[in-house]
């Protein structure tokens, strides 16, 4: 069996971690509880979190217990992490419906069965009933200003015109209160986290010292980048999300099909539960033939199967066959496009005998008038079902009886559905 540590390593999933002789000598010792937070900050998780995600997945299928904590009170104060700025607050009905958002999202990624079953967590639920003398005895005694400023987070943002209030301050205070209560209940022994929460981190494995004495433990992995110095999970468009609502599976797909030769097999290690030996032959694969980007094919599979489905895949598939390719599409791939593309449907009556094309052009609303669809056709400017019209007088060939895909210029396309 693959050392979990080997393993993390070779995907470029460890960047820091606590003592590791004791880290291993505690993986090693039978299934140990760890835990990753997420503060609901929206009601959908991005691509960015699938790291997180797939790292507690990996300790799962190795057999430990994952706890996935959604941060309902840590999410009411705003972590500091990575920020140069005060995060605007959230209200309570909103941090609510993020925290329940998400949580239907993560419940479709973990298995919740067996002896590594997953578990979901609300820090909010024990959070709730602390009072601030409480709150400040039991955690705040433990933890001095010396050790709090130290921390990146804070000094960087100490260091600034803008500063820090005490509410982004005592954040550090209730997530390493977090650790402290999961140690307390569910014997949690493991944090895991970006690279930017290691001071969160290291601060609850402190309290949990302090007020136990147990040695409990840490891991980061590096924050997520691309080659080109955009982003990771961020488009023209705005985010990527992993809600179907939000973001089409369709456009997930694409996403990381058009992933950068360089970061592809990164995201491969990272972003999917592929073997590190079956990623070596992709990559293989692919550099025989790059042009074919047989890796971000692969790649955008995986990661739509996981969050989608295999099926959603499959008509993301079916609809780039359609929308980036040459030959006349079938019904099933017309079908696949559906919600996809803008769409109009019209009855059979309204394309006229004379100019049937233009009749089309107009009623998608992909030209203006009748005039600009007649000058866009004589450009060579328009294609219906990936066939060049010649003429305005051109006869519209519906697949299946019904649907014409009207496609204007590279871009700009329109699914015509006639009744």
Request: hydrophobic letters at 40%.
């Amino acid at each position: 069996m693959v050392d979990l540590l080997d393993d993390l390593r070779a995907r470029g999933l460890v960047h820091d971690h606590t003592d590791e002789a004791g880290l291993t000598e505690l993986l090693e010792s039978g299934p140990v509880t760890l835990y990753c937070g997420i503060d609901p900050s929206a009601d959908s998780l991005h691509v960015g979190h699938l790291v997180a995600v797939l790292v507690l997945r990996r300790f799962q299928e190795a057999g430990h217990r994952p706890l996935a904590l959604l941060g309902g009170a840590t999410g009411m104060v705003g972590d500091p992490s990575g920020r140069s700025d005060e995060r605007v607050l959230l209200d309570a009905a909103t941090l609510e419906a993020n925290t329940a958002g998400i949580r239907a999202q993560l419940e479709s990624l973990f298995d919740f069965s067996g002896d590594s079953a997953a578990r979901l967590v609300n820090n909010y639920d024990w959070t709730r009933d602390v009072s601030l003398l409480d709150f400040l005895r039991d955690v705040g005694k433990h933890m001095t200003v010396n050790q709090m400023v130290a921390k990146d987070s804070v000094r960087s943002r100490m260091a600034s015109d803008q500063g820090i209030s005490f509410t982004e301050f005592s954040y550090m205070l209730l997530q390493a209160f977090d650790y402290w209560w999961q140690f307390d209940n569910y014997d949690c022994r493991l944090q895991v986290g970006g690279s930017d929460q290691w001071g969160n981190i290291t601060a609850g494995i402190d309290l949990v010292r302090r007020r136990s004495g147990a040695t409990v433990h840490g891991l980061t992995w590096p924050l997520m980048t691309r080659a080109d110095g955009q982003k990771f999970g961020k488009t023209a468009e705005g985010t990527v999300w992993l809600d179907a609502g939000r973001t089409l599976p369709f456009e997930l797909h694409q996403y990381f099909v058009n992933t950068d030769d360089r970061d592809a097999e990164r995201l491969l290690l990272q972003l999917t539960l592929l073997p590190v030996p079956e990623v070596d032959e992709i990559m293989s694969a692919h550099a025989a033939a790059p042009h074919e980007r047989w890796a971000q094919r692969v790649l955008a599979d995986e990661v739509c199967t996981l969050v989608h489905g295999a099926a959603a895949t499959d008509q993301a598939r079916l609809a780039a066959e359609v929308l980036f390719g040459e030959s006349v599409p079938s019904g099933e791939q017309l079908e696949a496009v559906r919600g996809i593309v803008p769409e109009t449907v019209v009855v059979g009556s309204a394309m006229g005998r004379d100019e049937p094309v233009v009749d089309a052009l107009v009623a998608a609303g992909v030209c203006t008038s009748r005039s600009d669809a007649r000058r866009t056709i004589t450009g060579g400017g328009i294609r219906v079902n990936g066939r060049r019209v010649g003429s305005p007088v051109d006869r519209v060939d519906l697949v299946d009886g019904r649907y014409a895909l009207v496609q204007r210029g590279r871009r700009q396309r329109h699914l015509l559905v006639v009744d």
